[in-house]
């Protein structure tokens, strides 16, 4: 017996199973901006990782951080294309295709992390995604966590609205968002996220509001005198898959993907919490940055001052979804 046979073509068997395992192979690209060591950095291997386990490599993840394919303004776009099969961008850039995804970006909507998986997991969560499908014909399959975002700059520490006054700020496309910086006296401008380090090098901006995993693994505090933890909303995500590209997947795929997604957002909705505290503590270690943790009085002074934009953005988002926020955070 002849072990290793060659083919008529002249090619090995072995290469021959090569060849069809690659024309067999279905392959979800995935492009996300932040870091690796970042709750969504995690995930996404995580996910990889049981994706390609479960479907014994049949179907293939290969991921892109850092923006290095597309950045936070063209993914949406190379998402649509079928460029990529899958996105994670933060609630807040969805607004700008889905207004009513600016709902976790009212000021202190949501207090508490289990406040937070109620809106996700509950009634919001399905009306954002139904929306989002709807609309946008993308399909919306989960929320990821994150955390609650902070803010770094220069010039003064911000205990009072006062504070903002004239600074200048890097904020994620989101109308909500930019409304509260002008509620507080300050300019915005919305940058991609990996064009934030720069801007705060050569003074363009005075500063930025972000989680602190993000100011952690994008070093945005080289530059920050102050860090206020004011946790005055929540960054978390929406999982976007295209449509055409979901429909036409194998049902036995579509059933390992769910799988693998169901563990993945358990996994991210526990370790957000758990790297965004470590990474804190590295920050308080290895920075000079003061860091000033918002008292409930300066909390109570930012509500009322930005409460206008419940009453203003209750139109947009609707009766139902403003309702639901009462609900939970009543
Ligand atoms: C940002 O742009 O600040 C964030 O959306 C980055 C991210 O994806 O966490």
Redesign the pocket.
């Known amino acids: 017996y002849v072990v290793g046979f060659q083919s008529r073509d002249g090619f090995s068997g072995e290469y021959d199973d090569d060849q069809e395992k690659m024309r067999d192979q279905i392959v979800i690209k995935v492009s996300?901006?932040?870091s690796e060591n970042?709750p969504?950095g995690k995930a996404v291997r995580r996910f990889q990782a049981l994706v390609e386990e479960s479907t014994k490599g049949k179907v293939k993840v290969e991921i892109y951080p850092n923006g290095s394919l597309y950045s936070?303004i063209s993914e949406w776009e190379a998402l649509k294309n079928n460029n990529v099969q899958m996105i994670?961008?933060?609630t807040?850039?969805v607004s700008q295709y889905v207004p009513e995804f600016g709902l976790f970006d009212l000021p202190f909507a949501f207090d508490s992390y289990s406040q937070v998986q109620q809106a996700f997991e509950g009634r919001i969560g399905e009306i954002l995604l139904e929306k989002a499908e709807k609309r946008e014909h993308v399909k919306g399959v989960t929320f990821w966590y994150?955390g609650f975002k902070q803010i770094t700059n220069n010039q003064r520490p911000l205990l009072t609205p006062a504070d903002f006054n004239r600074l200048h700020f890097?904020?994620?496309p989101s109308e909500v968002i930019k409304k509260q910086y002008q509620m507080m006296g300050a300019a915005v401008s919305d940058l991609?996220?990996n064009k934030?380090y720069e801007n705060l090098e050569v003074g363009f901006i005075d500063g930025?509001?972000?989680?602190i995993?993000?100011i952690y693994s994008k070093k945005l505090y080289d530059h920050q005198s102050y860090l206020t933890v004011s946790n005055h909303s929540y960054?978390g995500?929406v999982v976007l898959v295209n449509e055409e590209f979901w429909n036409e997947l194998p049902e036995e795929y579509q059933v390992e993907i769910n799988e693998a997604m169901i563990q993945t957002t358990d996994w991210i909705r526990r370790h957000s919490i758990e790297m965004n505290d470590e990474q804190m503590r590295e920050l308080k270690r290895d920075t000079d940055m003061d860091i000033h943790i918002l008292l409930n009085s300066e909390k109570e002074e930012w509500r009322e001052k930005l409460a206008p934009l419940y009453d203003e953005y209750e139109d947009v988002f609707g009766k139902e979804l403003m309702g639901e926020i009462g609900e939970i955070n009543g």
């Open positions: 996300h901006v932040v970042t969504k936070d994670i961008p933060a807040s850039k994150n890097r904020t994620m991609p996220f934030t930025q509001e972000n989680t995993s993000n960054l995500y």
